[in-house]
């Protein structure tokens, strides 16, 4: 069983809607990920979290905004998606951001934009 | 050039095979390596950390080449459970922190 939980696992949404993925370790683990994995492409890193504090943001859109209450959970605040934004969205967490810490992913949380 | 490049496959072996894949990088001053499985629709798993001495779990053996920028993992005695996709991960230091980057993932099928 994983120790990195997402919900929910399927969500299916309009342009239009607002909707928010979640994600929590169990792990103890310092330092949080969202990623994106789209079909044929390979995981694309979206936003990193140490500390509770948002340190990398790779040029993602303003529609997708996350939020880190504390170091056990993490939500990606979805609103005014596109088509192109229908994926699987993976969160991931590591102890901290050592270069030989390995990250544990959660079982994603697979999107469709209608 | 990608950063990181895989053959993405599919390797289609019988069972019992050994089989090997690499992953070629391009940034040389990447510093830690990683392989992950990944099963159809589901999440990539750790599988091991490639250690620049090179390190064994079992049937499985992770490998580094520094000098030509590649990591392979040999697979032995292939069951039908290791059917899946194979993702390598590089990490390296940047202005920002450390990043870590994926490849496609090479699909493997073990057949009867």
């Known amino acids: 069983e994983t120790g990195v939980t997402q919900t929910p696992r399927h969500l299916v949404m309009g342009m239009t809607n607002k909707k928010s993925l979640k994600c929590e370790q169990h792990?103890?683990?310092?330092?949080m990920y969202w990623y994106k994995q789209s079909a044929k492409k390979p995981l694309e890193l979206m936003f990193v979290?140490?500390?509770?504090?948002?340190?990398e943001n790779n040029s993602v859109p303003s529609r997708f905004s996350p939020e880190c209450p504390n170091s056990s959970h993490l939500f990606l605040h979805l609103h005014t998606l596109q088509p192109e934004d229908s994926a699987l969205y993976l969160c991931?967490?590591?102890?901290?951001?050592?270069?030989?810490?390995?990250?544990?992913f959660g079982d994603g949380t697979r999107l469709s934009i209608l | 050039r990608k950063e990181v490049e895989q053959d993405p496959g599919p390797f289609n072996v019988p069972e019992g095979a050994t089989v090997a894949f690499n992953c070629t990088y391009s940034n040389s001053a990447s510093q830690s390596f990683f392989w992950y499985r990944q099963d159809c629709r589901k999440e990539p798993k750790l599988l091991m950390s490639?250690?620049?001495s090179g390190n064994e779990d079992g049937r499985f053996t992770a490998q580094l080449n520094r000098a030509s920028q590649y990591i392979s993992l040999l697979i032995r005695d292939s069951k039908l459970s290791d059917s899946a996709t194979y993702l390598c991960?590089?990490?390296?230091?940047?202005?920002?922190?450390?990043?870590?980057?994926f490849g496609t993932g090479t699909q493997l099928k073990v057949e009867l």
């Open positions: 991960a590089v990490n390296l230091l940047t202005g920002g922190g450390n990043k870590l980057t």
């Open positions: 792990l103890g683990h310092n330092a």
């Open positions: 991931a967490s590591s102890q901290d951001r050592g270069l030989d810490q390995p990250q544990h």
């Open positions: 979290y140490s500390l509770e504090e948002r340190v």
């Open positions: 490639v250690y620049s």
